[in-house]
């Protein structure tokens, strides 16, 4: 039972590359999220999905989009990366739609030159 | 809008006790306690859901004011192992229960 897992853990990219950050869940949760956490602003919401075919935005989705693939997996992508998506991106899952228990996985750090 | 966290940061010795508090502007649904250490992620602690609600963990509990719209995580007698950052994460009634995280507050216990 692996939990919450996300690929890459690293990534170095040049402005206006585009990447995609995948995330995948085998605890059979419906809902799923995507946060970036910058230094001294806490976790910030991108976009989350509270259902399988449903994807909603958060606080900051601007410069981003994401796709559930499926029940388990959740990506989000960067089309034209910015220094600004310089951050620790960060996946998590729970049960049902907040207010359940979010359980996060290890993050990827992405660096925008 | 981000719910403020008090204090930014806090440095104890082994054993000592320490109060961090959680405090927002807005009606709140529910409160979510999460601590995480350097290079980790976030760790859930506990989640508080009706106004007047403590909650206990070990030695770390919580207590939620629903008419202050704040909460408070209490860590007594820390241990080493209580150190990082630790977030309040809160949920307000007409937010469609999203999740919306303080600044955090980083704990040192030093020996």
């Known amino acids: 039972n692996a939990g919450v897992t996300q690929t890459p853990k690293f990534q170095v990219l040049k402005t206006g590359q585009s990447m995609t950050l995948q995330c995948a869940q085998d605890?059979?949760?419906?809902?799923m999220y995507w946060y970036r956490q910058d230094p001294g602003m806490g976790l910030r919401l991108i976009y989350y999905s509270a259902s399988e075919g449903t994807t909603d935005k958060g606080e900051v989705p601007n410069g981003y989009n994401v796709s559930r693939l499926n029940k388990r997996e959740f990506s989000l992508r960067l089309e034209s990366a910015a220094p600004s998506q310089t951050s620790v991106y960060f996946c998590?899952?729970?049960?049902?739609?907040?207010?359940?228990?979010?359980?996060f996985g290890p993050g990827t750090r992405l660096t925008v030159l | 809008q981000q719910p403020v966290q008090s204090p930014q940061a806090v440095i104890l010795r082994e054993g000592e006790d320490a109060v961090i508090n959680c405090s927002s502007s807005?009606?709140?649904?529910?409160v979510h306690w999460y601590r995480q250490k350097h290079g980790e992620a976030p760790v859930f602690l506990m989640i508080l859901l009706k106004g007047g609600e403590q909650k206990g963990h070990d030695k770390i509990s919580a207590s939620f004011n629903e008419k202050k719209q704040q909460s408070s995580l209490y860590l007594t007698a820390s241990q080493l192992s209580y150190s990082g950052t630790y977030f309040c994460g809160t949920s307000a009634w007409d937010s469609n229960y999203q999740l919306i995280w303080g600044a955090g507050t980083k704990l040192i216990i030093k020996p």
């Open positions: 998590a899952s729970s049960g049902g739609v907040s207010p359940d228990t979010q359980y």
């Open positions: 605890m059979n949760h419906n809902s």
């Open positions: 807005k009606a709140l649904y529910s």
